[in-house]
Every structure is written in C-alpha cells, then in structure tokens.
C-alpha cells in the first residue's frame, strides 16, 4: 500500500554564501536520492529549514537546480536554541512509497549525527 512517508537529513553549509548553501544542499539531497532511489513524481512536498545564522540563499534552490520543478518546495529558520549547531541545513522529504518506515535512509552529514542524539535527549 501506498503512503506518504517522510525522510530527514542535515548537514552543514561552510559558509553563509549562496553558495555553500546550495552546495551542502546539493550533496545532501543527492546522497538522500540515491539512498532511497527517490524520483521526483513520488515526492509530495519538502521542507528545508536553516538554523538562523544561514541566510544569504534559499536551500530549496538546489533542489530546482538539480531538476526538481514540479515539486512543492518550501523554506524556514529553526529556533535559535543557545548553544545548538551552526550552519545547519535540514530536510524533510515527503514522499510516496510502499516501504516501511524503517526501510527508509536518513542522513546525518558533516557532524550533523549529534542532532540524532539532541532529539532523543530532549524532554
């Protein structure tokens, strides 16, 4: 049975440039695409969020530079939580699949792996 399912996945731009953003947005992407042999008509939405100190560009435009058209990108800050990662990008694939829950690949890049642990910590 069909279901919409969500994947998740960080990583961290080297610098507040356009640039590095799209860059470090790419890889991640790319990486999540060919992890859970994604295609673009079974994506429903995604949602990309960057920590505050991340604001020279849109990470949803690497997502448009990598073919994604027709998809519903959107964009947000996350909360500026003292003393939590810089430079962070996060992802939040919707997508449509037959597989379980825990079929699915998540990916932590470039140290982002302790936001696994921060999540389970909070109260």
């Known amino acids: 049975m069909t279901v919409c399912r969500g994947i998740r996945g960080a990583t961290i731009a080297e610098a507040n440039t356009a640039q590095a953003i799209h860059a470090a947005t790419g890889e991640l992407l790319a990486k999540l695409v060919e992890a859970n042999d994604i295609e673009e008509r079974d994506v429903a939405a995604v ?6 100190d991340l604001n020279a560009g849109f990470p949803a435009a690497a997502a448009r530079q990598m073919g994604w058209t027709t998809t519903a990108l959107m964009g947000g800050s996350e909360v500026d939580v003292p003393g939590s990662l810089a430079g962070c990008i996060r992802v939040l694939i919707l997508v449509n699949t037959d ?3 825990d079929q699915l690949v998540n990916l932590y ?15």
């Not at 949602?47 to 505050?52: K, N, R």
């Open 99 to 101: 597989l379980e829950a």
């Open 109 to 123: 890049l470039n140290g982002t792996d302790v936001l696994r642990m921060a999540e389970v910590e909070s109260p």
């Open 47 to 52: 949602y990309f969020t960057t920590t505050p």
